[in-house]
Every structure is written in structure tokens, then in C-alpha cells.
């Protein structure tokens, strides 16, 4: 049995998010959740988050899941949120440890800011398998955009963050500290081994240019065929230049410098002050 696949998506960062079904069971998966958050008056909002709890509870399903494909840089993620109103385990995978290593520093975030992973409830390997209600699902790597981004494998649906994007609009930018365009091109090697009717959900649309509405679903025949970055057998030189010339043109993201401190810590803010408030560190000078 197939799982069912309801996307919820933000517009403000662009983001898509998926609850994943057991037809069968009842039982879910959350991939990618939205915190809100408001960057000119600091202000986090619950309303995406609610969207999917609301979809949860309506439709009666138990969460077993809360899945990070990686540390996202563009948007807030809302796990320990959905964790307390609606349950599951939160997963992202084992190289999150190199990401907290590398913008620990960054964010001079001291002792107390553990970097072995242990703020999630599972860190994923390769080859690593879990359930959702009766459907096995699997990992793979796939590093390129972070050394941390994964591929959560859900029976024919490939839920695949940022490492594609819709084909018309082609791949993601590899430019971040610990990113690398060779490893990109290599992890959407191995996505094109899975059969032409797997089911791709990209984690972000921009609308490409002709494109009117949003999109988020495609396949992996429709990428290895059409994606304008790395389809019809584009080579790794080729896309490694492309994606290289291209990335030193992007303006960081609006949200990066907030989305990093929460997302290595699995949604959790900073330490509150002694004062009771709770700040974000801005880095002057570092990315």
C-alpha cells in the first residue's frame, strides 16, 4: 500500500511541508514543518503548524514521525511545537552532528550547546529503516546542499528537501559552509537509480519563470528527463560550473541567521538570558 501525501505550503518562505499516511493504520509522518516567525519584530506565530495539527486531528491520525531532511537555512522548523501537541519522534540524519559543529562556532554558541545530535529522538544512517504505521521506509544520504540532507524514502514517495527542486527550475545551491556541488551532483545520481514512477516531493517552489502556480510534486523519470540543472545526462563538470557560477550570485536567505540557531537544536530556541528573554545571535562577518 501506497501512503498518502498531503502537502501544506508557505508561501511567505516557500516551503513545503508533508504529512505522509498510512492509508491502513492511520498512522503519520510530518516532514518539514514551518515555525512562523516574524524577522522584523522577532515575533514567532503558530498558524502553519496549526494547519497540520488541525489536519491530524480531523482526520484522526497518530503522528509516529516529525522528519528533518536537513538543517534548514530559509525557515523555522516547528518539531518540538508538533511534538507536544500531537506526539512522534524527531528524526534528521547522523551528519547533524557536523553541522552543529561547524555554525556552533559560528554562533559562538558555547559549552552548553551539545554537538552529538542529541536533540533529536533519531539520527538516520544510510540504509537505515523505520516504520509508518505498516509502510517500511528507508534512508539515503544525500549530501550536497548540507553535509546533513537526507532522503526519506516512504515506499514509492521520495521526500528529498532541498537536494532537487521542481524541474523546471532545477537544483539547490551548494554554497553553504560544509555544502558541496560534487556531492550534490553525486546524491542526484543516486536518486535517479529509483525507478521512473517514484514520487518526488521537493521541499521548496519558486514558480519558475512560465510557471503560474505553485508545485511540488513530481517524479524521478520527469527529473532524470527534464531538470534544468542536471537532466538528460548532464555532466558533473558541466553542472559542478554552473552550479558554482551561479550560487556566487545569491544574496544569503532572509531567514538564515534565526533558521540556523533554531534548527540545529531541533526547533528549540536558544537558552533563555538570566534577564527571561530569549535572543538570536547576528554574526558579523562569518557568511
Known amino acids: 500500500m501506497q501512503p498518502d501525501v498531503t502537502p501544506f505550503f508557505d508561501e511567505e518562505t516557500f516551503t ?6 498510512d492509508p491502513e493504520t492511520k498512522h503519520c509522518a510530518i516532514v518539514d514543518s514551518v515555525l512562523d516567525f516574524d524577522y522584523a519584530s522577532g515575533r514567532t506565530d503558530f498558524r502553519s503548524a496549526d494547519q497540520i495539527i488541525k489536519f491530524v486531528q ?21 518539531a518540538p511545537y508538533l511534538q507536544e501537541k500531537i506526539g512522534g519522534k524527531i528524526g534528521i540524519g547522523r551528519n547533524i552532528t557536523i553541522v552543529q559543529d561547524t555554525f556552533g ?25 523505520f516504520s509508518v504505521g505498516n509502510i517500511l521506509a528507508s534512508v539515503l544520504n544525500t549530501p550536497g546542499h548540507t553535509p546533513a540532507c537526507l532522503t ?22 551548494a554554497d553553504f559552509p ?5 556531492a550534490l551532483y553525486a546524491s542526484i545520481q543516486k536518486l535517479f537509480t529509483l525507478p521512473d514512477d517514484t514520487r518526488v516531493f521537493v521541499g521548496h517552489d519558486y514558480k519558475a519563470p512560465g510557471r503560474s502556480e505553485f508545485a511540488w510534486e513530481t517524479t524521478i ?12 545526462g548532464r555532466s558533473e563538470d558541466d553542472f559542478v ?11 544569503m536567505p532572509r531567514l538564515i541567521l534565526p533558521s540556523l540557531q533554531v534548527n540545529m537544536r531541533a526547533g528549540q530556541m536558544p537558552p533563555t538570558e538570566p534577564d527571561g528573554n530569549v535572543y538570536f545571535k547576528i554574526p558579523v562577518n562569518r557568511l
Open 58 to 78: 480531523d482526520s484522526d491520525l497518530t503522528v509516529d514521525w516529525i522528519l528533518e531532511t536537513h538543517v534548514h537555512a530559509d525557515h523555522l522548523s516547528a
Open 105 to 129: 562556532k559560528v554562533f559562538n554558541a558555547g559549552t552548553e550547546f551539545a554537538r552529538d545530535g542529541s536533540q533529536f529522538d533519531r539520527l538516520f544512517s544510510e540504509g537505515d529503516t
Open 178 to 182: 560544509g555544502g558541496s556541488a560534487n
Open 241 to 251: 560550473a554552473m552550479r558554482t557560477t551561479r550560487d556566487a550570485e545569491l544574496e
Open 221 to 232: 523519470g520527469e527529473q532524470r528527463t527534464l531538470n534544468k540543472h542536471v537532466g538528460e
Open 16 to 21: 513545503a511541508s508533508f504529512v505522509v499516511t
Open 152 to 173: 526519506y524514502l516512504i515506499k514509492d514517495a521520495a521526500f528529498v528537501g532541498d537536494t532537487l527542486f521542481m524541474p523546471d527550475f532545477g537544483t539547490a545551491r
